[in-house]
């Protein structure tokens, strides 16, 4: 009788040969590009460092791509990008101490919109680890620690032979739902000094399966086929985990009206029947979704945007499936499934019972025909021109990438991405200068489309300096900046708390010809002439820049009383 653990797979004679006689000229970091190369990566994104130079020096002997950003932070969100549109872990090589710690945000960032990041960061040699003072350049007590509280996992290597099975379980961390970034730190002295280890030829990193709880979905399919006024609230989890088809279907054989969060844009089409769209900040939605006796919400931990600031108090049953175990429940009791928004939809289409509602639609009708007279009262012309001049600009199946500015805030409302993964914006942390370096990590992710960023000129002059980064790579991003002379939110908010703002106005740098320093072409746009340059600039081959000096406003809260 043959015993699984008898069975042994053995090495042929070749490999055998090339473990017994690796190629000379090898170090640590070569163990790191290898094992990346043998997990599926084909890109890397980064920053060289002194430190770390081990490992960008095997990248000249590997077949990896090499994306250099001139800000580690930037070179973060690029990675993050990547990781959105591919699904895949994206590699991030950083440098010891200022080097790791200028990522943080963009980690941050990362771990709040479960984006799959594998950072491998160098550190101090390995004599100075374990917290004393050795006066070494770049050093911290714990650099560890710094991202212990950011990230999903922390990995940190002593030996060379521990490289690939760190890397390989950071890999694995990161794609298990919920996706998100990880941390790997090798010391610069195991990454330089040459090694015998065999070349790295294989990996075994499947993320693991979190399927649902069969119990809990009999309740929640129940509870479901049952409700006379069902509603559903799709967040980013939904498009994470590839589920909008399946999201679809089960709407439609519950006839429950979906709305979708800011993370979840374009997870349920904009203009079908049962769409709320994304007016989810809107108090006649908040409302609507009260007054469901059963609300599912998927992939949405109903934090702050997606929950109207904490106004929105649901009088029914919420059945809140969610794969990251911090935010199931976390904000309102429920009935909740801990899994990933695909196999637990799966179950629900397979359990629960048609349902029939002539009048759902017309509720979805009414209650956006009131949000809509509550936005034309204000008479906010100009930011729905400007949208849909950008909607109309934008091929249907290119990638937007919003930075935290008015234009994004309008967007995660009322702008239709199109499809699922195609609009981006930082709300998971909500940090400044996201827009532009993420665009670019999404052209590289898929040259053959056009991708737009859109920032304020706040948030712009934080990534300013990738222009070049655009420029070295030739990568096709149109970079739209609205100029108002200053932080224009925090203008408003300020004005709106205190009657007038501080800290708020900055000095305006000739935009154009900065972009076309780089070798970057510019243009100077206006509401009337936007669509067609951004078109145009969509349009051609490479880097552009559309500049549009405009001061916006936002519409009115609903949450303030």
């Known amino acids: 009788m043959t015993h699984d653990h008898d069975l042994v797979l053995r090495p042929t004679a070749t490999q055998t040969e090339a473990a017994l006689n690796p190629p000379p000229g090898r170090n640590g970091g070569d163990l790191v590009v290898e094992t990346l190369a043998a997990l599926g990566a084909t890109t890397v994104f980064g920053l060289p460092g002194q430190h770390a130079l081990g490992m960008f020096d095997a990248l000249r002997r590997s077949d990896l791509r090499y994306i250099g950003l001139r800000v580690e932070n930037n070179a973060g969100f690029a ?45 101090i040699p390995s004599a100075g680890l374990g917290g004393g003072r050795h006066g070494y350049l770049h050093e911290l007590p714990d650099q560890s620690a710094s991202f212990r509280g950011v990230v999903k996992s922390v990995h940190t290597v002593r030996a060379q032979s521990q490289i690939p099975s760190a890397i390989e379980a950071a890999w694995k961390s990161a794609l298990t739902a919920p996706h998100g970034p990880v941390w790997v730190e090798i010391p610069q002295d195991v990454l330089l000094s040459p090694t015998l280890i065999p070349v790295v030829t294989g990996g075994d990193a499947f993320p693991e399966e979190l399927p649902p709880r069969p119990e809990l979905t009999a309740v929640a399919a129940d509870l479901l086929s049952n409700a006379a006024r069902p509603a559903i609230i799709a967040g980013g989890g939904v498009v994470r985990a590839d589920a909008s088809g399946k999201l679809r279907q089960l709407a439609e054989v ?27 900040e809107d108090r006649h939605t908040t409302d609507f979704l009260e007054d469901a006796d059963v609300l599912l919400v998927v992939g949405s931990g109903l934090g702050e945007l997606s929950s109207n600031y904490h106004t929105f108090k649901p009088r029914g049953r919420v059945v809140q499936i969610e794969a990251d175990l911090g935010k199931l429940e976390s904000n309102h009791p429920a009935l909740g499934i801990h899994a990933d928004a695909r196999p637990a939809l799966q179950a629900l289409l397979e359990t629960v019972s048609p349902r029939e509602d002539a009048q759902a639609p017309e509720r979805v009708r009414d209650v956006l025909a009131r949000v809509s ?18 909607r109309r600009a934008l091929p249907a199946s290119a990638p937007s990438f919003w930075d935290m500015t008015i234009l994004a805030y309008w967007a995660w409302s009322a702008f239709d991405a199109k499809g699922p993964n195609l609009l981006h914006s930082a709300q998971g942390a909500g940090g400044l200068g996201y827009g532009f370096p993420a665009a670019l990590g999404a052209a ?49 908010y300020m004005t709106d708390a205190f009657g007038q703002a501080t800290a708020t106005e900055l000095s305006r740098p000739d935009y154009v010809a900065l972009a076309e320093s780089f070798g970057v072409p510019g243009v ?24 549009l000096p405009a001061v916006l406003r936002m519409f009115a809260p609903t949450h303030l009383g």
């Open 444 to 492: 590289v992710a898929d040259p053959s489309r056009p991708v737009l960023a859109v920032s304020g000129d706040g948030g712009a002059l934080y990534s300013i300096a990738e222009l070049a980064t655009a420029r070295q790579y030739d990568l096709n991003v149109t970079w739209l900046i609205v100029d108002d002379g200053g932080y224009g939110i925090l203008r408003e």
């Open 254 to 280: 519950l006839q429950a009206p979906v709305v979708t969060t800011p993370g979840g844009k374009g997870a349920f089409p904009w203009k079908h029947p049962l769409s709320l769209q994304s007016w989810i």
């Open 79 to 123: 990675a993050d990008a990547y990781g959105r549109i591919t699904g895949e872990a994206a590699p991030l090589l950083l440098s010891t101490g200022p080097g790791a710690l200028t990522s943080l945000a963009a980690l941050q960032e990362a771990a709040a919109a479960s984006a799959p990041v594998l950072a491998i960061s160098s550190q």
């Open 373 to 390: 007279d509550r936005i034309a009262a204000q008479e906010l012309t100009l930011e729905q021109e400007l949208l849909a001049s950008i």
């Open 524 to 547: 100077r746009t206006t509401p009337e002439t936007l669509e067609a340059d951004l078109a145009k600039a969509l349009g051609e081959p490479g880097p552009s820049v559309v500049v």
